[in-house]
């Protein structure tokens, strides 16, 4: 079984849909990463968040320790939100810092 | 947060060549990091670029393949070395102040081997 994994895998949506991306981990964690990937390569990092609710603008970020589940929310869509969304979390026990990533989603906003 | 920033953004190479790639921050920070990411693949981590010494290796890259400098805390540079096809990639550095905290990733830099 993965450590961690993404729903859905591809999105397609409607400009101004309220999208919503999981992610599940298997693992005990103290923070995940939440990144956007555009179709260049370029990473930004969007959220860092180890319990509760984040939110940027129009990005909506929350997590459940407990649970081992967090979402990324973006509200009023736009196309150029069409992107990869990736969580992450540190991992391994003598190297803290190497992030495992998700798998992905790929998602595509239409005008 | 940290701004990062990389060159060449992209670059096609021939094969047995090398090419090296810089990674610069608008801040002094402890860590910074190499990684590949192979087409439709996750990224995977190079190695850690440490700042007077050598860098720390994953499993699976070798110095002689992937040499990094770290002359100071705010750049590095990553080459590779004889470039074969199979290292066609998109190659991203990222920063971060602390062991397990929040990471800030470069732009990439698209490199295409024929």
């Known amino acids: 079984k993965n450590e961690v994994e993404q729903s859905p895998q591809n999105l397609t949506a409607q400009e101004g849909e309220f999208i919503t991306i999981n992610c599940s981990y298997s693992v005990g964690i103290s923070a995940l990463h939440w990144l956007q990937q555009h179709p260049g390569g370029g990473i930004v990092s969007l959220f860092m968040?180890?319990?509760?609710?984040k939110k940027h603008g129009r990005l909506i970020a929350t997590i459940n320790i407990q649970e081992k589940h967090s979402s990324l929310h973006i509200t009023a869509s736009h196309p150029r939100d069409s992107a990869v969304y990736i969580c992450?979390?540190?991992?391994?026990?003598?190297?803290?810092?190497?992030?495992?990533w998700g798998a992905g989603t790929k998602l595509i906003i239409k005008p | 947060s940290a701004v990062i920033s990389q060159k060449p953004s992209r670059d096609i190479c021939q094969r047995g060549t090398s090419l090296t790639i810089q990674c610069q921050v608008d801040?002094?920070?402890?860590?910074m990091f190499w990684y590949r990411q192979q087409p439709g693949q996750s990224l995977t981590l190079i190695a850690t670029a440490n700042q007077g010494s050598e860098a720390t290796y994953e499993s699976g890259f070798v110095i002689d393949k992937f040499p990094i400098s770290r002359p100071n805390l705010t750049f590095s540079t990553l080459t590779v070395s004889n470039m074969s096809p199979e290292d066609s990639s998109i190659y991203l550095c990222?920063?971060?102040?602390?062991?397990?905290?929040?990471?800030?990733f470069g732009p990439g830099t698209r490199l295409t081997v024929l």
């Open positions: 992450a979390f540190p991992g391994g026990m003598d190297s803290n810092y190497q992030l495992i």
């Open positions: 968040l180890s319990s509760g609710k």
């Open positions: 801040s002094q920070v402890t860590m």
């Open positions: 990222s920063a971060s102040w602390l062991a397990g905290n929040e990471q800030f």
